[in-house]
T-cell receptor, first 113, second 112 residues
Framework: NAGVMQNPRHLVRRRGQEARLRCSPMKGHSHVYWYRQLPEEGLKFMVYLQKENIIDESGMPKERFSAEFPKEGPSILRIQQVVRGDSAAYFC???????????FGPGTRLTVT | AQSVTQPDIHITVSEGASLELRCNYS??????LFWYVQSPGQGLQLLLK??????LVQGIKGFEAEFKRSQSSFNLRKPSVHWSDAAEYFC??????????FGAGTRLTVKP
């Protein structure tokens, strides 16, 4: 059973471009979570999704950020018009029907130049 | 909403010495508690978790943690640290809706 997969692992974007980060949960997992880790900081919760539904987006910035988890395919975290402050590591985690444990992917490191 | 505090930003211990990393949480009900380890440039690996039952939890790599409700703490311990334990350690708390909140992390340095 493959773990949580994220791609790309590293992404470089110029200011103003769009960034798309993908997360494929573990097989059988229908819950996906996105976190952001700024340099020298812990992980900050961004959004929690189930298939085709956003359950909790209380950690998402109100503008430029969006997330989806379609019926088919990976979960996507989309950042429009990126700014330097968006440079961070973005981690995805997944879990099966609630058992309290989230399994983390290796992260995508976004650099905005 | 729940929150986690890790009071120690950076800890240095000698190889072979014992280790305790502190974690305090805030949550209105019985929480789900976790410790994760992150090596540089890597993702997070779960060390151990507490859901209910025995308050002393055994994890991987020789780690253990004790849930103390009266102190709202979930400190991580290891009796003898190895050089390979050098990493960043994160405590996390989750509530009934599975929304997990992380502490800021404690960086562990191991001296030879």
């Amino acid at each position: 059973n493959a773990g949580v997969m994220q791609n790309p692992r590293h992404l470089v974007r110029r200011r103003g471009q769009e960034a798309r980060l993908r997360c494929s949960p573990m097989k059988g997992h229908s819950h996906v979570y996105w976190y952001r880790q700024l340099p020298e900081e812990g992980l900050k919760f961004m959004v929690y999704l189930q298939k085709e539904n956003i359950i909790d987006e209380s950690g998402m910035p109100k503008e430029r950020f969006s997330a989806e988890f379609p019926k088919e395919g990976p979960s996507i975290l989309r950042i429009q018009q990126v700014v330097r402050g968006d440079s961070a590591a973005y981690f995805c985690a997944s879990s099966p029907e609630w058992d309290g444990e989230q399994y983390f992917g290796p992260g995508t490191r976004l650099t905005v130049t | 909403a729940q929150s986690v505090t890790q009071p120690d930003i950076h800890i240095t211990v000698s190889e072979g010495a014992s280790l305790e990393l502190r974690c305090n949480y805030s949550y209105g009900a019985t929480p789900y508690l976790f410790w994760y380890v992150q090596s540089p440039g890597q993702g997070l690996q779960l060390l151990l978790k507490y859901f209910s039952g025995d308050t002393l939890v055994q994890g991987i790599k020789g780690f253990e943690a004790e849930f103390k409700r009266s102190q709202s703490s979930f400190n991580l311990r290891k009796p003898s640290v190895h050089w390979s334990d050098a990493a960043e350690y994160f405590c996390a708390v989750a509530g009934n809706n599975n929304d997990m909140r992380f502490g800021a992390g404690t960086r562990l340095t191991v001296k030879p």
